[in-house]
T-cell receptor, first 115, second 115 residues
């Protein structure tokens, strides 16, 4: 799986958009970008994933650059409950790589929403 | 409600003792996973199972054992051979073998402490 690089921490004012960057310069063509978040002492929560097109759901938007070497997770109106560690993960498909469905979590970005 | 349950929430182990962490899911998912998380670190894969009566070692299987006798259950035993068991243990599942569109759903975790 390709490695990802994220800033260790970020702050964002409540009500503003939180933009979390992720670099994945070694991503290959069949690898998806996944985002999870983990609130303190809880299990990780799935947020969104994408291959090459931008994606949006009720939680967030995912912007992937055209060369797919980086992406940005956008929380449009951050609330205090969005304070968590956010993980950007690049994962291959089990269809092409047997046993490759594991998620490799790095240390993530600790996002703090400021009141 | 459908989901993944882990018990207990906190578990204390004495030196030389084997302990078993429970993971149950009622999502009718085929694949299940165990991860370990150390303070300030990402998740590391211990074992995974794609189907009943079959399981594979992950990246850090030494000192751990699992069984998958039922689809909904994937217990993890931390044996006395695991010399540094203190960690946060997370169980996850996916509907099938984890294709590119499969998201992993996580349980709330069990925190294991050594006395």
């Amino acid at each position: 799986d390709a490695k990802t690089t994220q800033p260790p921490s970020m702050d964002c004012a409540e009500g503003r958009a939180a933009n979390l960057p992720c670099n994945h310069s070694t991503i290959s063509g069949n690898e998806y970008v996944y985002w999870y978040r983990q609130i303190h002492s809880q299990g990780p929560q799935y947020i969104i994933h994408g291959l090459k097109n931008n994606e949006t759901n009720e939680m967030a938007s995912l912007i992937i650059t055209e060369d797919r070497k980086s992406s940005t997770l956008i929380l449009p109106h951050a609330t205090l409950r969005d304070t968590a560690v956010y993980y950007c993960i690049v994962r291959g498909t089990a269809l092409f790589n047997f046993g490759n469905e594991k998620l490799t979590f790095g240390t993530g970005t600790r996002l703090t929403i400021i009141p | 409600d459908g989901g993944i349950t882990q018990s207990p929430k906190y578990l204390f182990r004495k030196e030389g003792q084997n302990v078993t962490l429970s993971c149950e899911q009622n999502l009718n998912h085929d694949a299940m996973y165990w991860y370990r998380q150390d303070p300030g670190q990402g998740l590391r894969l211990i074992y995974y199972s794609h189907i009943v009566n079959d399981f594979q070692k992950g990246d850090i299987a030494e000192g751990y054992s699992v069984s998958r006798e039922k689809k909904e259950s994937f217990p993890l035993t931390v044996t006395s051979a695991q010399k540094n068991p203190t960690a946060f243990y997370l169980c996850a599942s996916t509907k099938t073998r984890g294709g590119e569109k499969e998201t992993q759903y996580f349980g709330p975790g069990t925190r294991l402490l050594v006395l």
